[in-house]
């Protein structure tokens, strides 16, 4: 059986500087360069919203999930971040293209699990963002599909609004059963 890194919506609007930034978004890029280098399999989810989805707000509260109009598709803000190695061979997974339907996670309506079942992979490790949402969502996702589910804590940032929701949506992920590691604990594609 084989393990796949997931790279969860390390785009420009999540980035500083776009739309939605997560404070550090940009400081994981090296991390998970390094970590893609070393995958046989790599999965990249983006956020891809058309212009009127339903989680956009004029006065976006965030606690509430309502957020200010990010990664709207076929503009740069939905671009991957220009320093993250993007993969000739990746598998690419879009999400929230409905406008009705809010997805955080990887797996929701995008055959994710199967693609990766059908590439033999038991294993998933998780980077990206953000820690207390997609990356969360997909982890979670990820476990019910019945994979074995890393999250690479330091290969992650996240929104922390209230500060304090980051540690929260760690804590949530240990108690469900996700193993939550750093970079350093990943072994080479050998293993
Ligand atoms: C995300 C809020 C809204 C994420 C996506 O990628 O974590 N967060 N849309
Ligand atoms: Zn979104």
Redesign the pocket.
Known sequence: MKRALIV??LQND?CPGGA?GVAGGDEIIPVINRLINSFEIVVYTR?RHPENHV?FAENPQFTDKS?PP??VDSTPGADFHPDLLVRTDGIIVDK?TDPEVEA?SGFQDTGLAEKLRARQVDTVYITG??TD???KATALDALKAGFRTFVVANACRG?DSPPGTVEKALSELREAGVEIITDDEIGSSAE
């Open positions: 969860v919506d999540f939605l956020d989680s957020w990010h990664c929230g955080y963002l953000a949402y997609c990356v929104v």
